[in-house]
Structure formats: C-alpha cells, structure tokens
C-alpha cells in the first residue's frame, strides 16, 4: 500500500517561510496526483495545490498561488509544498494525499485515495 509521510511542520514567526514535505513509499502510480490540504482548528479541511506526478501539472485552489508553490523531486519520491510569506490564518495541520489523475488535478477530497498522518504548522506573531 502507498504510504505517505508529511514532514517540515513546526513554529514560523509571521512573515516566515517553511517547506513542506510529502515523502511516498510503497505502489504507486506515474498517472497519479499529489494534493496538499490543510486543517485549522474548527474549521473543514481545505485543499491547497496539487501535483501530477507524470507530466507535473500544477493546480491551486482560489488566490493561493502567490505565496503557495508545489514542486517535486521524483529522484526522491517527494514533493514539497513552499509557503512564503506565513500569516497567522496559515496555523493548521498541513495534509499529503495521493490519488489517481488523467489530465491534470484537483483538489476535490474525494478523489483521494491516501492520506498521510498531517504536520503541525503554527505561525506565531
């Protein structure tokens, strides 16, 4: 089975910048897509940016390209969430979900099959 590791999380001071990781093991598929999501306290769980790890076609939910970027390094069977800039809005636990893409990706939670255990980003001020 996939198993995905979330790692990078910790305490960023407002302004700061922290990069994400998402580490995969285990069967996989060229055909599949690598979604970044986040949590903060009381509130759903939200999609940030995707991956697809054939051709790396990106997409970004709502205005949140700016301060967001995914990328990945196959070499490492990893991809990486960069988040410039850290508002206090960002503290939440920050998710890595693989699931399977034709053309391109999307955030939708459905179409995601694994789920990585999350990793704690809090920005203080």
């Known amino acids: 089975q996939l198993q995905l590791v979330e790692s990078g999380g910790g305490l960023v001071q407002l302004g700061g910048s922290l990069r994400l990781s998402c580490a995969r093991s285990g069967f996989t598929s060229d055909y599949y897509a690598i979604g970044w999501f986040r949590q903060a306290p009381g509130k759903e769980r939200e999609g940030i940016s995707c991956?697809?790890?054939?051709?790396?076609?990106?997409f970004y939910e709502g205005s949140l390209k700016g301060r967001f970027t995914i990328s990945k390094d196959d070499a490492k069977n990893t991809v990486y969430l960069q988040i410039n800039s850290l508002k206090t809005e960002d503290t939440a636990v920050y998710y890595c979900?693989?699931?399977?893409?034709?053309?391109?990706?999307?955030?939708?939670?459905?179409?995601?099959?694994?789920w990585g255990q999350g990793t704690q980003v809090t920005v203080s001020s």
């Open positions: 991956i697809t790890l054939k051709h790396g076609d990106t």
């Open positions: 979900a693989a699931g399977p893409a034709i053309r391109g990706c999307h955030t939708g939670l459905s179409l995601y099959e694994y």
